[in-house]
């Protein structure tokens, strides 16, 4: 089965600098990677997603890009603010609809 | 649109109960995923219903359980409960499986 890789598994960043987390997969069937934001005590959200035939997207602060070829994608947060501080977990998913994790990365947002 | 909904939010059972839980998708959705999230695994993937048929099933013994109905709410069912079922349950819908999947707020099961 698909196994995903997460790194780095915790990052403390200054408000206002980048933050950057890093993610392989194994199976090349994948063609869909989300990415989620879980905080305390609330079930994980959606921040934004990404499919095979796409290498990169970006949404307001947020940008993810894809490598199919080296199976490795990423998610970029620019400007980072307080209300970032959370736990990101990345995602791939094939054609058995099933979701495979990364092991989450905690985000500390330092003011 | 409202998201989804799990109840109950909080469960505690002693090791040998059994247990169900509810998942209500959004409206439209008509997949409903399970997964478990503990400290030490991470988000494991339980099942997947589409039109109430189970149609994948990840790596957890046959006490773990579901169905789904003709509304597309889901349940699901832990028998025999252990010490190490204690988790954080979490649903979540689709409109087919294959697209965005959207996670409710999760149920918190402690096994005593």
């Known amino acids: 089965g698909e196994n995903v890789e997460q790194h780095p598994s915790t990052l403390s960043v200054q408000e206002g600098d980048s933050a950057v987390i890093k993610c392989t997969y194994s199976?090349?069937?994948?063609?869909?990677f989300p990415w989620y934001k879980q905080e305390l005590g609330k079930g994980p959200q959606l921040i934004i997603d990404i499919r095979s035939n796409v290498g990169e997207k970006k949404d307001q602060r947020i940008a993810v890009t894809l490598n199919k070829t080296a199976k490795h994608f990423s998610l970029h947060i620019t400007e980072t603010q307080p209300e970032d501080s959370a736990v990101y977990f990345c995602a791939a998913k094939g054609w058995d609809y099933k979701l495979s994790f990364g092991a989450g990365t905690t985000v500390t947002v330092r003011a | 649109k409202a998201g989804v909904t799990q109840t109950p939010r909080y469960l505690i059972k002693t090791r040998g109960q059994q247990v169900t839980l509810s998942c209500s998708p959004i409206?439209?959705?008509?997949?409903v995923s399970w997964y478990q999230q503990t400290p030490g695994q991470g988000l494991q993937f339980l099942f997947e219903?589409?039109?109430?048929?189970?149609?994948n099933k990840g790596n957890f013994p046959g006490r773990f359980s579901g169905r789904q109905f003709s509304n597309s709410r889901s349940e699901m069912n832990v028998s025999t409960l252990e010490l190490g079922d204690s988790a954080l349950y979490l649903c979540?819908?689709?409109?087919?499986?294959?697209?965005?999947?959207?996670f409710g707020p999760g149920t918190r099961l402690t096994v005593l």
């Open positions: 199976d090349s069937a994948s063609n869909y």
């Open positions: 219903y589409f039109s109430e048929t189970q149609r």
């Open positions: 409206s439209g959705h008509r997949s």
């Open positions: 979540a819908s689709s409109l087919d499986g294959a697209d965005t999947q959207y």
